[in-house]
């Protein structure tokens, strides 16, 4: 593996991003837009968004959603009060409810098992809570807090090549069952991806306990598109790194 001294590192991200500022999206008539709004580079890949009305584009550079350092509270805060009111960036809203895939998008489906009985049952249930399924220091929810409440829009903060991104999301319903626990949230416009993901703990008649994730997902913006293999490769980290979260949490308060 070749590296690179932190000097040289950061005066290529900056060389990076400042290359990216060049890149300008062809003007598209206003007849097409009416009858396609999403008639934009790669269109292919955001079809779905045929159904809804165009939002404001999103630029993670010009709007300060992509950082070369950890964004500060306030300027994540600022992130989420933008995108509050927004709309969610695809009409699927609510399709992880569904037991078939969501077709134009990657569909997920990952588990692991925590253990067994009522005692770890409940201690997932908090991780879940407590938003400890996101493995920081290089993932992580702001308000760390947030409650679990459909509705609440919280801003997921990711490093991923070197950059520091901010996504905005907003919960999409709640799992309140007897054996199941957890909540789907959708991406909003402040996000590089578009799709929806349940966080989720579910308990077996038998007593065991499994941490669920389940989503489906599709690159937004035109970084994500072109570098998507690496998108994707960083999705299946942040599933192996979930998982070890959640299960390092309940080890820990059970043994």
């Known amino acids: 593996m070749i590296r690179v001294n932190s000097k040289a590192g950061k005066s290529a991200k900056i060389r990076l991003i400042r290359l990216i500022r060049q890149i300008r999206v062809p003007i598209i008539p206003t007849s097409a837009k009416r009858e396609n709004p999403c008639l934009i580079l790669f269109s292919k890949n955001i079809e779905s968004c045929e159904q809804m009305p165009p939002p404001a584009r999103f ?14 509270k306030t300027r994540i805060q600022q992130h989420i009060e933008q995108q509050r009111t927004l709309p969610h960036s695809y009409p699927e809203v609510g399709h992880t409810r569904r037991t078939e895939s969501v ?7 990952n588990t692991i098992e925590l253990g067994s009985g009522d005692v770890v049952w409940e201690t997932a249930k908090e991780a879940i809570r407590q938003w400890r399924m996101f ?3 290089w993932a992580f929810i702001t308000p760390s807090d947030a409650p ?9 903060t990711a490093r991923v090549m ?11 319903y709640e799992i ?3 054996d199941r626990f957890g909540f789907a949230y959708g991406t909003l416009p402040g996000h590089v991806e578009c799709g929806e993901e349940i966080f989720m703990v579910e308990r077996s008649a038998d007593g065991s306990v499994r941490y669920v994730l389940k989503a489906f997902s599709k690159p937004r913006h035109l970084l994500a598109r072109l570098a998507y293999p690496v998108a994707r490769a960083y999705q299946r980290k ?4 979930s998982k070890a979260a959640m299960f390092q949490f309940v080890q820990q308060r059970t043994q």
């Open 59 to 72: 630029d993670p550079i010009n709007q300060r959603a992509m950082f070369l350092s950890p964004p500060s």
């Open 103 to 109: 077709p134009g998008y990657d569909n997920d489906l």
């Open 135 to 137: 493995p920081a220091p």
């Open 148 to 156: 679990i409440l459909t509705g609440t829009v919280v801003a997921m």
């Open 162 to 172: 070197g950059f520091w991104w901010l996504n905005a999301c907003r919960i999409v």
């Open 176 to 178: 309140r069952e007897t």
């Open 238 to 241: 942040f599933v192996r790194d």
